[in-house]
């Protein structure tokens, strides 16, 4: 997998500018793979109600996508992945000429199906980060995040993957201890697998003080992440949060995200800058207007 990368393009709300943001990188990417996360068959976001994303795409770019969505004239099919009674197989299609596409399909499980076969100078998302919170993200994927506003929901979400791209992964050996689990699962002090509930929200009373490790591959709640104070805790999924700590002293996750880039209306929200510049001065984020990004 080495020279590929995943990037993901999320909004914290619906106008925030991440089509404009998508089909610039789109643009501007040759030998690039476009894809979207969920696979409902609907002309429109269940979540959202939008429209799901309509790119345009030329010959050197390649879809990741429910057969259902493509023209197929206008494609040549070049590879076939699971099926989904909804969408039809998901398939990778290059467009025989300049076309808009529908794309919808896109999972963890496939797109690393897809990086093992097939070799792309960037593969691109389009997220929402409700389901990227029950789907998975891939571990080493970048975010591209556009902010619509200063809104406290806008915000909320923004703090969440700002959180989520601050935590390290966990030594390799508990890495490794961790890898495949479905559930809540402890490390005791002796080095010991030990499984603690199927989820966060079936927690009951345990020993927390004889164990070293607790990971989660589901949902981590605001009282289970309190224990990070005696105890090391590891995410499955670094997004799955319901509302992030203060600090991310003592939290890992297997699956590390990197935050790239913010994009902003910058004219028309300076105290949103001026906030996000303060959350991520130690982080190596570029903050872009999104005004500045040429339509075409």
Not at 125 to 146: Q, S, Y
Not at 153 to 162: N, P
Request: glycine share 6%.
């Amino acid at each position: 997998m080495e020279g590929k990368e995943v990037v993901y393009i999320l909004g914290t709300k619906k106008g925030a500018g991440k089509t404009t943001v998508l089909n610039s990188l789109v643009r501007d990417c040759q030998n690039c793979c476009i894809s979207s996360v969920g696979v409902d068959g609907e002309e429109k976001d269940s979540l959202t109600s939008e429209p799901k994303p309509r790119v345009v795409v030329s010959p050197y770019h390649f879809v990741l996508t429910g057969e259902k969505f493509l023209n197929l004239p206008m494609f040549e099919v070049l590879d076939v992945f699971s099926y989904n009674p909804i969408i039809g197989y998901i398939v990778l299609a290059r467009p025989l000429i300049e076309t808009s596409v529908m794309i919808a399909g896109a999972s963890p499980a496939i797109i690393k199906e897809l990086m093992e076969r097939h070799r792309f100078n960037r593969i691109l998302v389009d997220g929402a980060l409700n389901r990227l919170v029950h789907a998975g993200i891939l571990d080493g994927a970048k975010i591209f995040l556009v902010v619509h506003d200063a809104g406290s929901e806008s915000l909320k979400i923004a703090k969440r993957i700002i959180f989520a791209s601050r935590l390290a992964k966990p030594p390799r050996e508990i890495e490794a201890t961790f890898n495949g689990l479905e559930g809540v699962w402890g490390v005791n002090k002796a080095g010991e697998l030990v499984k603690v509930a199927d989820s966060c929200l079936t927690i009951k009373k345990f020993s927390e003080e004889k164990l070293e490790w607790l990971y989660i591959s589901g949902i981590a709640t605001k009282s289970v992440l309190r224990l990070k104070d005696r105890l090391k805790i590891c995410l499955a999924n670094p997004l799955a949060i319901v509302e992030p700590p203060v600090d991310f002293d003592n939290i890992y996750t297997v699956n590390r995200i990197v935050l790239e880039k913010i994009f902003v209306n910058q004219s028309a929200q300076h105290g949103l800058v001026k906030v996000l510049r303060c959350w991520v001065e130690d982080l190596p984020v570029e903050i872009e207007d999104v005004l500045s990004i040429e339509e075409v």
